[in-house]
T-cell receptor
Framework: DVKVTQSSRYLVKRTGEKVFLECVQDMDHENMFWYRQDPGLGLRLIYFSYDVKMKEKGDIPEGYSVSREKKERFSLILESASTNQTSMYLC?????????????FGPGTRLTVL | AQKITQTQPGMFVQEKEAVTLDCTYDTSDPSYGLFWYKQPSSGEMIFLIYQGSYDQQNATEGRYSLNFQKARKSANLVISASQLGDSAMYFCAMRAPYGNKLVFGAGTILRVKS
């Protein structure tokens, strides 16, 4: 059974803290993605990666960075958390092939920054 | 830039009836893909159906079908014989022309009444 796992379902942090969100996939997918989901805005792409050590900015990269040292793992880093980063964060992966290959999502991490 | 519009923030449907969730898209690229995902209250994103821009036939997957009208740039999801378990948030998404990035709409909350 294919799987994308995220390190935490719920996380509470304080303003200014450095926050790490981890994502692991077991499908040998080349592509991995980080989204944030906010009511009325849908999912917005923060960063994505096509390969190990490779990253590209999505639509809302400000305040975030990422790391992909191994193919199966993609980390999202909030260097200095702020209250406007309170959100649901979803990780996804997909194969490199174009076409109908859907993205597989993790269960999400609901982050609250106080 | 690609854009997805879902104009129905919320909808109700009677159990066993059919329901249509609207999705319009905007892109200047001739090659694109359209996806529908379901997100129950538990938070996981579940892939439902895919339509490629060059596909001649409307996609169908069980009770789900995609009413693809290319000239009108619409990709509405039709759920037949609604069940209580269909109550969820539904997202329409479009794959960007480069890579496998997805652009999501704001979503539609569907409530199935017994």
């Amino acid at each position: 059974d294919v799987k994308v796992t995220q390190s935490s379902r719920y996380l509470v942090k304080r303003t200014g803290e450095k926050v790490f969100l981890e994502c692991v996939q077991d499908m040998d997918h080349e592509n991995m993605f980080w989204y944030r989901q906010d009511p009325g805005l849908g999912l917005r792409l923060i960063y994505f990666s096509y390969d190990v050590k490779m990253k590209e900015k999505g639509d809302i990269p400000e305040g975030y960075s990422v790391s992909r040292e191994k193919k199966e793992r993609f980390s999202l880093i909030l260097e200095s958390a702020s209250t406007n980063q309170t959100s649901m964060y979803l990780c996804a992966s997909s194969s490199r092939l174009a076409g109908g290959d859907e993205q597989f999502f993790g269960p999400g991490t609901r982050l609250t920054v106080l | 830039a690609q854009k997805i519009t879902q104009t129905q923030p919320g909808m109700f449907v009677q159990e066993k009836e059919a329901v249509t969730l609207d999705c319009t898209y905007d892109t200047s690229d001739p090659s694109y893909g359209l996806f529908w995902y379901k997100q129950p209250s538990s938070g996981e994103m579940i892939f439902l159906i895919y339509q490629g821009s060059y596909d001649q036939q409307n996609a169908t997957e069980g009770r789900y079908s995609l009413n693809f009208q290319k000239a009108r740039k619409s990709a509405n999801l039709v759920i037949s014989a609604s069940q209580l378990g269909d109550s969820a948030m539904y997202f329409c998404a479009m794959r960007a022309p480069y890579g496998n990035k997805l652009v999501f709409g704001a979503g539609t909350i569907l409530r199935v009444k017994s």
